[in-house]
């Protein structure tokens, strides 16, 4: 055989071997598919808990949203598994009734489940990781029974940090979590 024969074999061999491994660029590795849409931010989980401002006028009638920082990262989407950090407090007392800074216990849930208030799955699902939001939420997208410190009817008010996102293995795309509360844990 040939010099060149040799060569052009050996140069084959080593093209189909890097292409059976993948390529080391995320962005063309079929492999990593997956992978791409992990993504996570740990220094937001280290950010201060904010300041919440209560709005001076009447609660709103539909969801607002205001972004305090931007993101850099993915986009949520329904169906994937989002860890926030999240400060609640009542908008007409401006009282504080729930946080996971001072607990240092983020949460963690799939957008789009049913898990967490309508509001919240509204408001969250388009925030890119690493984004700050504010959520003036109506009545009508919050609990359906007021917790402790929130009267019954009362707007609230939500800043969240996305500290992560990722698509997650078999996930509903249009779960709505409608009957869950009918059933146990597990079910």
């Known amino acids: 055989m040939s010099r060149s ?5 050996g140069a084959l061999c080593i093209a189909l071997g890097a ?21 996570s931010d740990p220094t937001v989980a280290k ?41 609640g407090v009542a908008a007409e007392t401006g009282r504080e009734f729930e946080n996971s800074w001072d607990l240092d216990d983020p949460l963690f849930f799939r957008l789009g489940s049913g898990e967490v208030i309508e509001g ?7 925030m890119k990781v690493g984004e700050r939001r504010e959520l003036v939420i109506p009545a009508e997208l919050g609990f359906p029974s007021s917790p402790d410190g929130v009267a ?4 609230l008010v939500y800043v969240i940090d996305l500290i992560g996102a990722r698509e997650a293995p078999n996930a509903p795309r249009s779960f709505t979590g409608k009957g869950a509360e009918e059933k146990g844990p597990g079910q």
């Not at 950010?47 to 920082?69: A, C, G, M, Y």
């Open 47 to 87: 950010r201060p808990k904010p300041k919440v401002e209560t709005p001076s006028n009447p609660p709103p009638t539909q969801l607002e949203e205001r972004v305090l920082i931007e993101g850099t990262g993915v986009e949520a989407e329904e169906g994937d598994m989002v860890e926030i950090n999240f400060i």
């Open 19 to 39: 292409a059976a491994c993948g390529s080391d660029d995320p962005a063309t590795d079929s492999s990593t598919q997956v992978s791409q849409k992990v993504t």
């Open 152 to 155: 019954e009817n009362e707007a």
């Open 5 to 9: 024969a040799l060569l052009l074999m």
């Open 120 to 126: 919240w799955e509204q408001g969250i699902e388009g």
